[in-house]
């Protein structure tokens, strides 16, 4: 599985930004899509959102009401739509993919892309 990440960009606090995740390769075996956020490289990638491939949707209660993860099954993408965004929402976000099969569980990361909201 192969993830092509898009959408990180500057914006003002209040405003909105949509991220992308396209999957390619194996996407019949991914269990979920999850979007991280990184603050920096030495600390631990945290989750944000997941979307199973049920539909399931969860999110951390920080982004909850404003934050909103959905997928495109025709296009293999992924989507975060990021509302009301604050300054604190500013890391390096990645989507990542749970392939399941019969004998093993794989992650697959997708390139960061950059979120900077400030005014």
């Known amino acids: 599985v192969q993830l092509q990440a898009f959408g990180g960009g500057l914006v003002q606090p209040g405003g909105s930004l949509r991220l992308s995740c396209t999957a390619s390769?194996?996407?019949?075996?991914?269990?979920?899509i999850r979007w991280y956020h990184q603050s920096e490289p030495k600390k631990a990638r945290e989750l944000v959102a997941?979307?199973?491939?049920?539909?399931?949707?969860t999110y951390v209660d920080s982004v909850k009401g404003r934050f909103t993860i959905s997928r495109d099954n025709a296009k293999n993408t992924v989507y975060l739509q990021m509302n009301d965004l604050k300054p604190e929402d500013t890391d390096v976000y990645y989507c990542?993919?749970?392939?399941?099969?019969?004998?093993?569980?794989?992650?697959?990361w997708g390139q960061g892309t950059l979120v900077t909201v400030s005014s």
């Open positions: 390769g194996s996407v019949n075996l991914i269990n979920a």
């Open positions: 990542n993919a749970l392939e399941v099969t019969a004998t093993e569980v794989r992650d697959y």
């Open positions: 997941t979307i199973t491939s049920g539909g399931v949707t």
